[in-house]
């Protein structure tokens, strides 16, 4: 089954009435001597000192060992406490450390009326390989562990939550094949909720979350954590609801891993408002579960546990606000009938202008313009990396438009080495548009074997950050320049129903990858659709370009390149309706 073909049945999954809760990260790998020989997951104790190497605080217990009944009854009655309704327990392999503990939590918990789930944490293997072991590792948990009276469930279905390296490593196209395998072979259903506020995970799984968000946490003061939280909320709870998906918001209490990292990141904790502020914008956000992160990871000093620093107060802080998020049953976040919101008028506009065209899309996609098309109702053709190398399959006269919307990888090589890069050039010199809607930053970066081979400006994209004056403030950056205010202008006799002005993103991946016509010679037609300036009118470039290249390589080839973030700086519906107008307008 393809990619498509999987998430329309998987639209069909809707979780509208599901029922609040508070959930925490939890880790089953810590041990001690007197159970198990050794230190397990702690260096270094120093019970007179109060001190543990590669810890950041200090438990209020002590060294403690993840397999003892008196400790995991101690962790099951204190969450309970505070409003806590389960775990999410670190889970690394079937036989493994912490799967032999959690047995004993799941034991627990079922005693105590309190639920636990695992959270996935690794996906070895490439190819066939790994999902044969994704598919088995799946199969292990369900099998052993999703009828017990203690583990997690949704609607009676097992919930298992996957964290951002399986994500990472399990291409997107890899998990139709996992999970309808899975399915048959366990013959019931089970919910996934993946790492990632993406709009490609929350059409192939059940629900979204994040595990950590120290990175934007850390550095801000309460008032500036509280805006850019509301926002951050908000928008990953409106992508969940859209697609009638379980919708979790993380918080944290603060985060220092600096004693296990170098550098490491150290989010403050300041004596609780960090805390305070990220449970206050996550129940206004009005999720379904909201997130801990996390019980007792005590490496990342995050941990909500009792310690000889902060005593109890964080259990006291998440019994208060727990009750005030569990005051109302559900969430109350609106639950669209169709995840397009363009108007059915557009709509009909768009597929009579389409029609008789099919529009190509290059493997492992995870940006949300494919599944707007295919709600839209497009003639979509989903390729594989072969059949990229066969003439008879890509070419203008089949696809007129073909679109990377992938990350930064794509597959260089399949048969011959870069036969991949010579297939696509030649479909752009016989006439064919490549759009790049990358889902990261810079498209075509990095090759099959994970080598930053920046293959954009080969295929036509003129995107900077080399090759430019040392003084251009055309560059590539991580974060923008401080104390400048940014603005895109929007062409929008072009780009019609679009407004002229729209601000640079403040919150979010801001990393910047622009578009500039210096990059290009004279000859070639260039389209700045969307062009970045500072108040003194300095150019940073085109968020938004279309170029046909009369002289450079590929010569008589299109390009369309759409910067990561626009789809979310611009109404998305009107944004890709524009655009797409456009194209067969020109």
Same mark, same amino acid.
């Given at each position: 089954m393809g990619t498509l073909d999987f998430i329309r049945q998987q639209g069909q999954r809707r979780w509208t009435q599901?029922?609040?809760?508070?959930?925490?990260?939890?880790y089953t790998w810590y041990g001690t001597p007197e159970l198990h020989g050794n230190w397990v997951h702690w260096d270094r104790v120093n019970p007179e000192k109060h001190d543990i190497a590669n810890s950041t605080h200090y438990p209020e217990k002590g060294a403690y060992d993840? @397999?003892? &009944?008196?400790?995991?009854?101690? @962790? #099951?009655?204190?969450?309970?406490?505070?409003?806590?309704?389960g775990f999410i327990c670190t889970w690394w392999g079937q036989g493994h450390f912490d799967d032999r503990a959690f047995v004993k939590v799941l034991?627990?918990?079922?005693?105590?009326? *309190?639920?636990? %789930?695992?959270?996935?944490? %690794?996906?070895?293997?490439?190819?066939?390989?790994?999902?044969?072991?994704?598919?088995?590792?799946?199969l292990y948990v369900l099998d052993r562990y999703a009828s017990h009276p203690g583990f997690l469930k949704v609607d009676d279905k097992p919930v298992l939550f996957v964290y951002g390296?399986?994500?990472?490593?399990? &291409?997107?196209?890899?998990?139709?094949?996992? #999970? %309808?395998? %899975?399915?048959?072979?366990?013959?019931?259903? *089970?919910?996934?909720i993946a790492d990632g506020y993406q709009?490609?995970?929350?059409?192939?799984?059940?629900?979204? @979350?994040t595990y950590n968000i120290c990175g934007w946490?850390?550095?801000?003061?309460?008032?500036?954590?509280?805006?850019?939280?509301?926002?951050?909320?908000q928008s990953a709870v409106t992508m969940a609801k859209n697609h009638a998906k379980i919708s979790c918001i993380t918080i944290i209490p603060g985060y220092d891993d600096t004693k296990i990292r170098t550098p490491g990141i150290h989010a403050e904790r300041l004596e609780g408002e960090t805390y305070r502020v990220l449970w206050e914008q996550a129940i206004a956000a009005d999720p379904d579960w909201i997130l801990i992160t996390s019980w007792n990871e005590w490496h990342e000093g995050s941990e909500i546990e009792p310690s000889l620093e902060y005593g109890d107060q964080y259990i006291q802080m998440t019994g208060q606000y727990a009750r005030i998020f569990k005051q109302n049953e559900y969430s109350q976040a609106k639950i669209p009938e169709s995840p397009v919101g363009l108007s059915v008028e557009k709509t009909q506009e768009l597929r009579e202008m389409y029609r008789g065209k099919t529009i190509g899309i290059l493997p492992d996609?995870?940006?949300?313009?494919?599944?707007?098309?295919?709600?839209?109702?497009?003639?979509?053709?989903?390729?594989?990396?072969?059949q990229v190398l066969d003439p008879d399959v890509l070419n203008p006269q089949h696809l007129p438009i073909v679109i990377y919307a992938g990350h930064e990888e794509y597959i260089q090589t399949v048969n011959q080495t870069e036969d991949v890069d010579e297939a696509l050039l030649r479909y752009q010199r016989q006439g064919g548009l490549l759009m790049a809607f990358a889902s990261g930053p810079f498209p075509l970066y990095y090759n099959e074997k994970n080598e930053p081979v920046i293959s954009a400006r080969k295929f036509g994209f003129p995107i900077g950050g080399t090759g430019l004056p040392a003084d251009s403030h055309i560059q590539n950056w991580e974060t923008p320049p401080v104390g400048v205010k940014l603005t895109f202008q929007i062409d929008n006799r072009l780009l019609q129903g679009l407004p002229e002005t729209v601000a640079f993103p403040t919150t979010g991946d801001l990393r910047w990858r622009p578009s500039t016509d210096a990059l290009l010679p004279e000859g070639d037609v260039y389209l700045p659709l969307a062009r970045l300036v500072d108040e003194q009118g300095n150019i940073y470039g085109d968020g938004i370009a279309y170029i046909h290249h009369q002289v450079s390589e590929p010569t008589n080839g299109g390009n369309l390149y759409v910067w990561m973030r626009m789809p979310d700086v611009l109404n998305q519906d009107e944004l890709f309706y524009a655009l797409f107008a456009l194209l067969l307008r020109s």
């Open positions: 599901v029922p609040r809760k508070v959930l925490s990260f939890y993840s @397999h003892a &009944p008196e400790i995991i009854d101690y @962790h #099951i009655d204190l969450a309970k406490s505070c409003g806590v309704d034991d627990h918990a079922a005693r105590k009326g *309190f639920e636990v %789930t695992i959270y996935w944490e %690794t996906a070895p293997g490439e190819g066939k390989e790994q999902i044969e072991q994704a598919v088995d590792d799946l390296r399986v994500m990472g490593q399990i &291409p997107m196209n890899a998990w139709p094949e996992i #999970i %309808t395998r %899975t399915r048959e072979q366990y013959g019931g259903d *089970f919910l996934l709009e490609g995970y929350t059409r192939l799984f059940d629900g979204i @979350h946490v850390q550095g801000k003061q309460p008032d500036e954590l509280a805006t850019l939280s509301q926002d951050s909320f996609f995870s940006s949300s313009v494919v599944f707007w098309l295919a709600d839209v109702g497009m003639d979509l053709k989903e390729l594989t990396w072969q």
